[in-house]
Protein backbone atom coordinates (compact mmCIF):
# COMPACT_ATOMS: atom_id res chain seq x y z
CA UNK A 1 0.00 0.00 0.00
CA UNK A 2 1.12 3.21 -1.07
CA UNK A 3 0.39 5.96 2.00
CA UNK A 4 0.53 9.63 1.55
CA UNK A 5 -0.21 11.53 4.88
CA UNK A 6 -1.41 15.23 4.47
CA UNK A 7 -1.64 17.62 6.95
CA UNK A 8 -5.06 19.39 8.06
CA UNK A 9 -5.98 22.29 5.62
CA UNK A 10 -3.78 20.40 2.72
CA UNK A 11 -6.16 19.78 -0.50
CA UNK A 12 -4.26 16.59 -2.37
CA UNK A 13 -7.50 15.24 -3.57
CA UNK A 14 -6.76 16.20 -7.37
CA UNK A 15 -3.58 14.75 -7.43
CA UNK A 16 -4.64 11.38 -5.55
CA UNK A 17 -7.97 11.17 -7.94
CA UNK A 18 -4.98 11.50 -10.78
CA UNK A 19 -3.28 8.87 -9.49
CA UNK A 20 -6.43 6.51 -8.83
CA UNK A 21 -6.88 6.96 -12.30
CA UNK A 22 -3.48 6.23 -13.87
CA UNK A 23 -2.94 3.40 -11.74
CA UNK A 24 -3.58 0.23 -9.85
CA UNK A 25 -1.85 0.49 -6.66
CA UNK A 26 -3.66 1.32 -4.23
CA UNK A 27 -3.35 4.44 -2.57
CA UNK A 28 -3.89 5.37 1.10
CA UNK A 29 -4.37 9.11 2.72
CA UNK A 30 -3.44 9.29 6.43
CA UNK A 31 -4.49 12.59 8.03
CA UNK A 32 -1.51 14.18 10.18
CA UNK A 33 -1.42 17.00 12.32
CA UNK A 34 1.27 19.64 11.50
CA UNK A 35 2.76 18.52 14.73
CA UNK A 36 3.25 15.26 13.68
CA UNK A 37 3.73 15.96 10.09
CA UNK A 38 7.49 14.89 9.44
CA UNK A 39 7.46 12.00 11.90
CA UNK A 40 5.10 9.60 9.80
CA UNK A 41 7.78 9.88 6.85
CA UNK A 42 10.73 9.79 8.89
CA UNK A 43 9.49 6.27 10.59
CA UNK A 44 8.92 4.68 7.28
CA UNK A 45 5.30 4.55 7.98
CA UNK A 46 3.92 7.14 5.34
CA UNK A 47 5.90 7.02 1.93
CA UNK A 48 5.28 10.74 0.85
CA UNK A 49 2.98 13.84 3.00
CA UNK A 50 1.66 17.30 1.96
CA UNK A 51 3.20 19.28 4.71
CA UNK A 52 2.62 22.69 5.71
CA UNK A 53 6.44 24.26 5.69
CA UNK A 54 8.75 25.04 7.06
CA UNK A 55 10.12 21.54 7.85
CA UNK A 56 13.38 20.26 9.36
CA UNK A 57 14.50 19.29 5.83
CA UNK A 58 17.62 17.08 6.80
CA UNK A 59 17.23 13.71 5.07
CA UNK A 60 14.22 15.14 3.10
CA UNK A 61 13.21 15.91 -0.26
CA UNK A 62 10.44 19.16 -0.40
CA UNK A 63 8.46 20.29 -3.67
CA UNK A 64 6.64 23.75 -2.83
CA UNK A 65 2.94 23.27 -4.24
CA UNK A 66 1.20 26.04 -3.25
CA UNK A 67 0.98 29.59 -1.08
CA UNK A 68 -1.87 30.19 1.55
CA UNK A 69 -3.23 33.42 2.61
CA UNK A 70 -3.06 34.47 6.25
CA UNK A 71 -6.91 35.15 7.59
CA UNK A 72 -7.63 36.08 11.26
CA UNK A 73 -10.25 34.28 12.88
CA UNK A 74 -12.82 35.94 15.89
CA UNK A 75 -16.13 35.53 17.50
CA UNK A 76 -19.12 37.17 14.41
CA UNK A 77 -19.76 40.43 16.68
CA UNK A 78 -15.82 41.54 16.93
CA UNK A 79 -14.49 44.43 15.60
CA UNK A 80 -13.06 42.83 12.79
CA UNK A 81 -16.55 41.52 11.39
CA UNK A 82 -17.30 45.16 9.71
CA UNK A 83 -13.76 44.69 7.46
CA UNK A 84 -13.10 43.34 4.41
CA UNK A 85 -9.86 42.44 5.23
CA UNK A 86 -7.11 43.66 8.09
CA UNK A 87 -3.47 44.45 8.96
CA UNK A 88 -1.81 42.48 11.64
CA UNK A 89 -1.77 46.05 13.64
CA UNK A 90 -5.30 46.00 13.57
CA UNK A 91 -5.24 42.57 15.62
CA UNK A 92 -1.88 42.74 17.42
CA UNK A 93 -3.67 43.52 20.64
CA UNK A 94 -6.23 40.88 20.42
CA UNK A 95 -4.54 37.78 18.86
CA UNK A 96 -3.70 34.95 20.85
CA UNK A 97 -1.37 32.20 20.62
CA UNK A 98 -3.34 29.22 20.31
CA UNK A 99 -0.34 27.10 18.10
CA UNK A 100 -0.79 24.19 21.01
CA UNK A 101 -3.93 23.59 20.44
CA UNK A 102 -5.95 22.10 17.43
CA UNK A 103 -7.23 24.52 15.24
CA UNK A 104 -10.52 23.29 15.74
CA UNK A 105 -10.66 24.00 18.80
CA UNK A 106 -8.95 27.07 18.46
CA UNK A 107 -11.69 28.88 16.26
CA UNK A 108 -14.04 27.60 19.01
CA UNK A 109 -12.13 29.37 21.60
CA UNK A 110 -12.16 32.59 19.48
CA UNK A 111 -15.63 32.15 18.41
CA UNK A 112 -16.48 32.06 21.98
CA UNK A 113 -14.93 35.99 22.49
CA UNK A 114 -11.27 34.90 23.64
CA UNK A 115 -9.05 36.93 21.50
CA UNK A 116 -8.25 36.12 17.86
CA UNK A 117 -5.98 33.80 16.29
CA UNK A 118 -4.11 33.61 12.99
CA UNK A 119 -4.03 30.57 10.82
CA UNK A 120 -4.01 29.78 7.28
CA UNK A 121 -7.08 29.86 5.14
CA UNK A 122 -7.34 26.40 4.58
CA UNK A 123 -7.61 26.00 8.22
CA UNK A 124 -10.14 28.75 8.74
CA UNK A 125 -12.64 27.26 6.36
CA UNK A 126 -12.23 24.00 7.36
CA UNK A 127 -13.14 24.45 10.69
CA UNK A 128 -15.69 27.56 9.91
CA UNK A 129 -18.43 27.74 12.22
CA UNK A 130 -21.51 30.29 12.16
CA UNK A 131 -20.27 32.12 15.18
CA UNK A 132 -16.98 33.12 14.06
CA UNK A 133 -15.83 35.03 10.78
CA UNK A 134 -12.31 35.37 9.19
CA UNK A 135 -11.01 37.88 7.46
CA UNK A 136 -7.39 38.26 5.26
CA UNK A 137 -4.50 39.59 7.16
CA UNK A 138 -3.03 41.53 4.06
CA UNK A 139 0.93 42.10 5.57
CA UNK A 140 1.16 39.26 6.99
CA UNK A 141 3.19 36.54 4.65
CA UNK A 142 1.48 33.60 3.52
CA UNK A 143 2.48 30.09 4.45
CA UNK A 144 3.60 27.35 1.67
CA UNK A 145 1.98 23.63 1.52
CA UNK A 146 4.27 21.17 -0.02
CA UNK A 147 5.17 17.85 -0.40
CA UNK A 148 7.85 15.62 1.32
CA UNK A 149 9.71 12.70 1.09
CA UNK A 150 12.50 10.84 2.35
CA UNK A 151 15.87 11.38 0.39
CA UNK A 152 16.80 7.43 0.34
CA UNK A 153 13.29 6.50 -0.19
CA UNK A 154 13.65 4.46 -3.86
CA UNK A 155 10.31 3.26 -4.33
CA UNK A 156 9.35 4.11 -7.79
CA UNK A 157 6.03 4.98 -6.76
CA UNK A 158 7.49 7.64 -5.31
CA UNK A 159 8.54 9.27 -8.79
CA UNK A 160 5.40 8.55 -10.27
CA UNK A 161 3.55 10.25 -7.80
CA UNK A 162 6.04 13.04 -8.33
CA UNK A 163 5.13 13.46 -12.23
CA UNK A 164 2.03 13.56 -11.06
CA UNK A 165 2.24 16.54 -8.75
CA UNK A 166 4.55 18.17 -11.28
CA UNK A 167 1.75 17.89 -14.16
CA UNK A 168 3.63 15.66 -16.14
CA UNK A 169 1.43 13.05 -18.46
CA UNK A 170 0.80 9.51 -18.53
CA UNK A 171 3.02 9.28 -21.55
CA UNK A 172 5.84 10.98 -20.01
CA UNK A 173 9.76 9.55 -20.54
CA UNK A 174 10.76 11.19 -16.79
CA UNK A 175 9.90 8.41 -13.91
Known amino acids: MFRVGFVEGAMPDR ?8 R ?8 VSQ ?22 RDGLHCIPL ?15 AAAD ?17 PAKDAVAA ?4 AGVVVMPMS ?26 WLVDNEDPRVQVFIGIVRGRTERSTRG
Not at 15 to 22: C, E, L, N, Y
Not at 24 to 31: A, F, K, S, T
Not at 35 to 56: C, H
Not at 85 to 101: F, G, K, M, P, Y
Open 110 to 113: VANG
Open 35 to 56: ADQEGGLRSGALDMTFVRLPID
Open 66 to 80: YEERPVAVAARDHYL
Open 15 to 22: WIATWRRR
Open 85 to 101: EVVHADIAEDEVDWSAI
Open 24 to 31: RDPIELVP
Open 123 to 148: LARLHHRKDAIYRPVTDLPTTTVGLA
